[in-house]
């Protein structure tokens, strides 16, 4: 069975930092592209980043409100995903779910997902 | 950035009625559109990829059809457990995009 369990959320200060991390199980995590998506309080879902798999070369991409603030990456070895987040601001509270994506029908969907976990960004 | 617009925004129907929701893009994405469904307090859930393909274990009730810039997602006969908000997302170009949603409620 596929699990992706999300960790690290709390309360953190605008301009701080907070690294989630997601630990899968149940698959290859090395041949997958993994995403992170998050939730605003009673908003829409936004995509953060993606990190390809190690087979193409653990390459990322990243929305516009995240560039050069959140780093994705992946350690192959503990099945874990992680997402590094810099210069907090009040607009980065959300729910933050990691999901996997695997590739069919040309591209790679976000077929599973974590349960989230809960970033407050607030003094 | 592609630019996905959902309509209707809020949809209230009734069990058994068939809905039909709408997903334009900004811009041609061929067929590289997915549907979800997110129920209160829960992850999404993948209903649709390549913008007609329905995901493993979804029921059949759920279609979707489309390619370019216009899509929909179709429930042919609204179950209690369809209440719920569809968001459809584009995978044609970086950065991925969501569209702002749909919530189906009961009427």
């Known amino acids: 069975e596929v699990q992706l369990v999300e960790s690290g959320g709390g309360l953190v200060q605008p301009g701080g930092s907070l690294r989630l991390s997601c630990a899968v199980s149940g698959f290859t995590f090395s041949d997958y592209y993994m995403d992170w998506v998050r939730q605003a309080p009673g908003k829409g879902l936004e995509w953060v980043g993606r990190?390809?798999?190690?087979?193409?070369?653990?390459?990322?991409e990243y929305a516009a409100s995240v560039k050069g603030r959140f780093i994705i990456s992946r350690d192959d070895s503990k099945n874990s995903l992680y997402l590094q987040m810099n210069s907090l601001k009040t607009e980065d509270t959300a729910v933050y779910y990691c999901a996997r994506a695997p590739y069919i029908g040309g591209r790679c969907y976000s077929g599973d997902w974590g349960q989230g976990t809960l970033v407050t960004v607030s003094s | 950035d592609i630019q996905l617009t959902q309509s209707p925004s809020f949809l209230s129907a009734s069990v058994g009625d068939r809905v039909t929701l709408t997903c334009r893009a900004s811009?041609?994405?061929?067929?590289?559109l997915a549907w979800y469904q997110q129920r209160p307090g829960k992850a999404p859930k993948l209903l649709i990829y390549a913008a007609s393909s329905l995901q493993s274990g979804v029921p059949s009730r759920f279609s979707g059809s489309g390619s370019g810039t216009e899509f929909t997602l179709t429930i042919s006969s609204l179950q209690p457990e369809d209440f719920a908000t569809y968001y459809c997302q584009q995978l044609n170009n970086y950065p991925l995009t969501f569209g702002g949603g749909t919530k189906v409620e009961i009427k």
């Open positions: 811009q041609d994405i061929s067929s590289y």
């Open positions: 990190i390809r798999s190690k087979r193409d070369g653990n390459t990322t």
